[in-house]
């Protein structure tokens, strides 16, 4: 598993030479921040695609704002935006979160309104919406990868469980072992007592022979 995220991490290095977009590398659990690293105006609207579809429009103020789940519901409940800077932060990853981020500014035009605010005042987060054309100008891509724990294969939650169960059969043994190895010490005594008493009774024995 370790040579798994080591070639993950290569790939992600690569793949940023090549293709230009920033790259982050997480653990599988983790919570990441994408920042777009541009000053967002209060009226300017913030768009997050991920793998071309929507996952977030971002305005000044969360009702004029819509988080989608996007297919599979893979976002629902994931997903956190700061309505000021337009930065957006997915929580507990998921290998199915690994992929392409873009972020695009939709300016807002001179009387101060962004067209995207009166274009989508209601939110229906379960919609789909592909990217077909730039709404905005992209400011941002990001690629993300995303690892699981380095050489267990599994998710941390499986991990913690694991070694809960590793610590229990431990403590297991251990009570086996003191119990197993008190019970042989009892039996060790009682034979340590029954010797002598033995040895007194052949003792008794020879001496009524001797006075017979």
Known sequence: MMGRYIVLILFAILFEGVFGDEVKSVMEGDRVTLNTDVTKGPNDTMLWYFEDTRIALINGHPSASCLYDGVGGRFRDRLEVDYKTGSLTITDIRSEHAGRYEAELDKADSSGTSTMLTKNRKCDS??????????????????????????????PAAVAGIVVGVLLGAVAVVVGVMIYRRSIFRNDMKKKKQIPEQVSNDETQSDKSLMA
Request: charged fraction near 15%; charge should be positive.
């Open 126 to 155: 379960t919609k789909i919406i592909t990217k077909r054309s730039n709404i905005g100008e992209t400011i941002k891509t990001i690629s993300l990868t995303v690892s699981v724990v380095p050489g267990s294969g599994l998710s």
